[in-house]
């Protein structure tokens, strides 16, 4: 299909029942008309997600999450719109799928992508001619074979120091357009290529765009850094990607479990090796976003960072973040090796995959990680590890967890359970102590116009009949919001002859505005809709809208010094008091 038109999107929405789809991925309950879920969008205790069969859409009354089928897949599987669609419409045996290019079409970046992808191309194609053959040789002794260098799309940057502009300048890129995003770089006296001599691997984003590069040195230079990487560009956000990401998703769903490294080497060498689950920070520190992508994939977290001080602190510093996330984190600790590329090449894949075996907790690990530099038969250390252990579980929700060790630490070191569990209850205290109040929020008490107004869109998005009755009766609201969707509404009704609201969130593109219809969908109280409870709130909004304007007029007349005009103010007022009154 070379195109998607907002038809076929149509027809794959109305052919796809929301609670067909939805099931695949949560259990749902009928519930009177909805069915109602555990929301997947926030940590959810109670089912707070309602279904509707009816008009297609689901809504958390939790979170505020809403939308239709396609937002739900969207956010569910964090891939961009058109590939929603092609999941939804795969889901129900309709032949559909997105190549790049449908991806990138409503991308205001997709320029920006199209070259980097050129670029790759021409990195890529550059291995596999003559010009490569040394570069192919080092990959070669690397244990990187032909599979590989497909798999990671691995290229190579030539010694002429504009090959790759000149490539490009002939496809008619705006020369700024490619300094921007970090290939080529303009001098006093010349235009040169970022990257050159090295071995090229590119960096993509959650997506699977290629936004960066990473280059490595191949023939043993010595004055010039062995890697040089992408700079940060418009499209290349360093902490917000992870390397490997998008290729190790669905195999990371399958093993239910995601192996963390820290370069991408190990990610190429355990995937090389068929660990496929596996992702590399590129780096040592998660970030928050990174922190938010791995949440994402709800499955259990294996960190296996190299085997330095550096790659310690960052278990017990990344561990720490995931695990106020909820995520179930384990930690593995290779030894003997710098990191799993060279244990794996020294030692064999199995002897790794042993390590993989029964991984310790992080909480194991960090109880084991207090005891580091502590001389245990002292009696100052050893009393000084008690306390740091039984801070650490004073910090820990999982009771089970907390008597278990607290019934090792007696057992071992021959203290009393009263003892410890007394102690325990201090830190606890103190935790409390220092633990900021949680502050209640309060729902936004709506203005009663905007309420108002919220409930006719409302109306509006679910019947063409409705809109006629907007048009009619209304014909406009005070505001910009509600009238920018009311607009939208009443130009989709033209277009298509009839509205429902499940189409209608995914015809509307401006994001300010699909957050706002998001809203109105959420939090719209009406269970059922007919045409004198519309009657109703078009009243309402008339005598509000007056008021308003009565407000605005008055405010007029105390400023204004001209008497004639003031009596011209005040009748205008008088008028419309009247009306309001009818
Ligand atoms: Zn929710």
Redesign the pocket.
């Known amino acids: 299909m070379a195109n998607i038109s907002n038809e076929d999107i149509k027809t794959i929405r109305t052919n796809a029942n929301i609670i067909d789809i939805i099931s695949d991925y949560i259990p749902l309950t009928k519930r009177g008309k909805n069915f109602l879920g555990v ?4 940590e ?1 205790h109670s089912p ?2 309602s279904v509707s069969e009816d008009k297609q859409i689901y809504k ?6 809403a939308g239709n089928v396609f937002t739900f897949v969207e956010n569910y599987e964090q891939v961009p719109f058109y590939e929603a669609v092609s999941i939804v419409a795969n889901k129900i045996g309709m032949k559909f799928s997105t190549n790049d290019k449908e991806v990138r079409k409503n991308n205001p970046h997709k320029i920006d992508y199209e070259i980097m992808s050129l670029a790759l191309k021409f990195y890529q194609n550059n291995l596999k001619t003559e010009l490569g053959a040394k570069a192919r040789q080092y990959l070669a002794e690397r244990h990187i074979d032909s599979e590989a260098i497909n798999e990671f799309c691995i290229g190579l940057s030539l010694d002429k120091p504009d090959s790759l502009y000149t490539f490009l300048i002939n496809k008619n890129y705006d020369l700024k357009k490619l300094t921007d995003l970090g290939l080529i770089n303009v001098s006093k006296s010349s235009v040169y290529d970022i990257f050159t001599k090295r071995i090229i691997f590119p960096l993509w984003d959650k997506n699977g765009e290629v936004v960066g590069f990473s280059a490595r040195v191949y023939r043993g230079e010595k004055d010039v850094s062995k890697y040089m990487n992408s700079k940060e560009t418009i499209i290349f956000k360093k902490g917000e990607t992870l390397y490997n990401y998008h290729n190790a998703k669905e195999h990371i769903k399958k093993e239910k479990s995601v192996i963390i490294v820290e370069g991408f080497m190990d990610a190429i060498r355990l995937s090389v090796n068929g660990v496929k689950n596996v992702i590399a920070l590129q780096g040592t520190a998660l970030t928050k976003e990174q922190v938010d992508l791995i949440k994402k994939l709800r499955v259990k977290v294996i960190l296996a960072l190299d085997n330095d001080n550096a790659g310690e602190m960052a278990t017990i510093n990344n561990g720490k973040m995931l695990e106020e996330q909820g995520i179930e984190v384990f930690v593995v600790r290779i030894s003997g090796e710098k990191d799993p590329d060279e244990y794996i090449l020294k030692n064999g894949i199995d002897a790794f995959l042993e390590n993989l075996k029964n991984p310790p907790s992080y909480f194991d690990f960090n109880i084991a990680y207090l005891k580091k530099n502590k001389n245990l038969n002292n009696s100052n250390d050893l009393a000084e590890y008690i306390n740091e252990v039984l801070k650490k579980i004073s910090e820990s929700d999982d009771e089970i967890l907390k008597a278990l060790t607290i019934k090792k630490l007696a057992q071992e070191y021959d203290l009393s359970l009263d003892l410890l569990n007394k102690k325990l209850t201090t830190f606890k205290k103190e935790e409390q102590k220092v633990k900021p109040q949680k502050k209640i929020v309060f729902k936004k008490e709506k203005k009663p116009y905007n309420k108002t107004a919220d409930e006719i869109l409302y109306f509006m998005m679910n019947d063409k009949k409705y809109v006629e009755m907007y048009l009619k009766k209304l014909g406009c609201f005070n505001d910009e919001i509600h009238r920018s969707i009311a607009n939208e509404i009443v130009y989709y009704c033209d277009k298509y002859k009839s509205i429902t609201l499940a189409d209608f969130i995914t015809y509307i593109n401006d994001n300010e505005l699909k957050d706002e219809v998001m809203k109105i969908v959420n939090s719209s109280v009406i269970a059922e809709l007919n045409e004198n409870i519309l009657e109703d709130y078009f009243k309402t909004i008339n005598k509000l809208m007056i008021k308003d304007k009565i407000n605005e007029l008055k405010e007029k007349m105390k400023i204004e010094l001209d008497d004639a005009k003031k009596i011209k103010i005040a009748e205008k007022i008088q008028e419309l008091k009247k009306g309001s009154v009818e």
């Open positions: 929301c997947p969008f926030h959810d707070s997600m958390c009354f939790s979170c505020g999450a």
